[in-house]
């Protein structure tokens, strides 16, 4: 039976942890030689530390001509927080922009708009949807057990969930809204905006 291979997450984790560990300073050709007895391969070591050094976890200094990497847990951690906080910024811009669309739905339906601007309505929410979804993403990467960051975490999946929750209901409700008033089907409804058949709610 072949062994199942190490998750990016995981050899993320262990590079890092061997900055934590030593509290030292390395070049890279240092971490490629420390990386497979972490078991993490020479190949990949590279990917795996400027991943961390993209997302602030590691840093990254050039002293002379060559590149020293370090990182310290509460810097780290910081990181991880600064991390968060745009992330719920992001979320709570999307609420906004939740609001604005709901207003111009219900605007929709007291004028009678045409087809056309109801459809760009339509495709604005689907647009917002998948923007959560990505966002739901990187918070996931953040899943971690420090508890200074717990509630954090907590409230940001929470508001995550709620405003993808609104959006599908507000995409159902502009299905029913067509079929009721335009005698659209509603499998033709879905077909032409990609929305899957089995769209629901987070629980």
Known sequence: MSRKGLSVDEKRKRIQKI???TGEFYQLKDIEKLGPKRGVVTQSVKDVLMSLVDDGLVTMDKIGTSNYFWSYPSAAIQSSKNRLDELKKKLINEEERQKRLQNEISEAKE???D?????????????AKERNEVLEKELSKYKENDPALHEKKEK??????????RWTENIWEIESYCVNNYNMDRTVFKQ???????????N
């Open 156 to 165: 940001a999946a929470k508001i995550a969930k709620e405003a993808a929750n």
């Open 19 to 21: 900055f934590h560990e």
């Open 192 to 202: 032409s905006f990609d929305i899957p058949e089995d769209l629901d709610v987070l």
């Open 115 to 127: 087809t056309e601007e109801r459809q760009k309505v339509l495709m604005e929410l689907k647009e």
């Open 111 to 113: 004028t009678r708009q």
